[in-house]
């Protein structure tokens, strides 16, 4: 048997009647940007998720930078952040015109670790932005309680959580009125498009207007432009799909959350570290991310058995030749430089069968068994 890591193909069957109804409606409208479309996915989405309001751009990194300038972050300050995500989480602050401050992690859920923030904290931080990693939600409480102390913005990095819950709240809303959040649908994500595409979640309604407005090349009507803003929109063919998949999100939750319990299940006593889920947190994996001191060997092993991995991510982002002279160097962030060699992702996606899961479970007992030898 081969289990691919991804299985687009059978996704995009599972839906495609419904597909070609959202892309005939689009093409029979005539309207492709900015359109019914995308206002209609807008009200679905922040309903879905908890929040007040939602505004759909381009794509994540989109929706970062400009939830970072929506909150007046910018040239000079500083956005203290996890060093273990994907680079767009960093180049987004950059983008923003502001600097990315790495610190550690917490070794159980690989999320941004509250302590470390505090000591990061200077005269010039201006935001702190946790990542809810993998589809387990960051230790908020501590995190939101830092910001109303220092008087910081917060901004949640949601792009791989959509739907995950911090004690009982939707993760990507918690930060109150001023609560900003922001998404990808790039097709890999629990809510993917078929292209690209982000979201902001926000709760205060100035916030949005501004966002809609930077969104568009800062216009606050045809060809009147109040502000410096970006073209990163999301076009109506994305948004039609995306309103497709919408209503399935909460049943491919509850799948990914029973093959993460499988493989919790039948990979206990292997000797692999297999992912925590803190007891406040109700977890979406997007990845299920396990880990080994001889990693590169096991995923070779894998892939002879025909098991498709990727490592997220294997160069941590303090480390990164893009942010060079930005941050610690070597050896200053321990638990995520040490993750960073361990971390192995493995199949994990709605249209999974339990056979192939299970099939997953042999070939790593093998592998780890293999590797013992």
Known sequence: MKVPFVDFASHVASLRGELDAAVARVLDSGWFVLGPEGEAFERELAEVLGSRDAVAVANGTDAL????????VGAGDEVVTTSLSAAFTALAI??????????????????????????????????????????????MT???????????ALLEDACQAHGALHEGRPVGTLAGERGIGALSFYPTKNLGALGDGGAVLVNDPALAAQLRRLRNGGQSNRYRHEV????????????????????????????????????????????????HEAPWARAVYHLFVVRHP??????????RLGVGTLIHYPIPLHLQPAFAGLGPGPGRLPVVERAAGEILSLPLYPELGDAQARYVVGALREASDRLRC
Not at 241 to 270: C, D, Q
Not at 294 to 303: G, I, T
């Open 142 to 152: 501590p995190l939101l309680a830092l910001a109303r102390e220092r008087g910081l």
């Open 294 to 303: 001889r990693r590169d060997e096991l995923a070779a092993e894998l892939a």
């Open 94 to 139: 950059l983008q923003a015109g502001a600097k990315p401050v790495f610190v550690d992690v917490e070794a159980a859920t690989l999320n941004l670790d509250p302590a470390r923030v505090r000591e990061a904290i200077t005269p010039r931080t201006r935001a702190i932005l946790p990542v809810h990693l993998y589809g387990h939600p960051a230790d």
């Open 65 to 72: 930078q400009l939830a970072l300038r929506a909150l007046e």
């Open 228 to 275: 410096f803003g970006v073209n990163s929109r999301l076009d109506e063919l994305q948004a039609a799909i995306l309103r497709a998949a919408l209503p399935h999100l909460p049943a491919w939750t509850e799948r990914r959350r029973e093959l993460a319990a499988l493989y919790r299940r039948e990979l206990a006593g292997t000797g692999l570290v297999l992912p």
